[in-house]
């Protein structure tokens, strides 16, 4: 997630200038899913992410195996089916996460339109923790990250604050236009 600002100020005639320290230093990824059932409350189940080895070589996102265990978890907290609708992630779309979704009774899965972002729910969840876990606002205090472990922990933070309200994760669903009780759905 790179560091948002709110807002900000200069002196009339001057382009503000913000800098920020250490910014491609160390590298953070949050999968995501937000889950709906009609008649239960809405969830989101995520998983936080440092990479490491990142410098050399290594994997700056997820891989396919992240996003299979984060859906067994899901799973089995949830105790129930799932459909999943994601968008075209290069992951998502990898042939051995399509092996495994085909393998599991439990899970079926649909694909979003290319650049659809404003049908994906998860997109309003990161929204919601840009605006309030990360920014610095005149309402908020004001943030200066020290260490990456300070960053994970305002993120995990945040998170937990959305994770136990679920009428902010259902009006990410709202704001898609998307309602739980979609009739069918098409494969993309």
Known sequence: MT???????SQRGTTPVIRVRGRSQRRFS???LCCYKPGERSRLVYRPRQHTDHKSGGRKSFAWTEYRDLLIAAHQQLDAPIVLIWDNLNAHKDRRMRAFIDAQDWLTAYHLPSYAPDLNPVEGIWSVLRRTTQANTAFTDPTAFTDPSHLIRR???GLRQIQYRSDIIDGCLTGTGLTPTTPRLQRQ
């Open 3 to 9: 560091p948002p600002t709110s807002r900000t100020w």
């Open 30 to 32: 949050i999968a995501a």
């Open 155 to 157: 993120l995990r933070h």
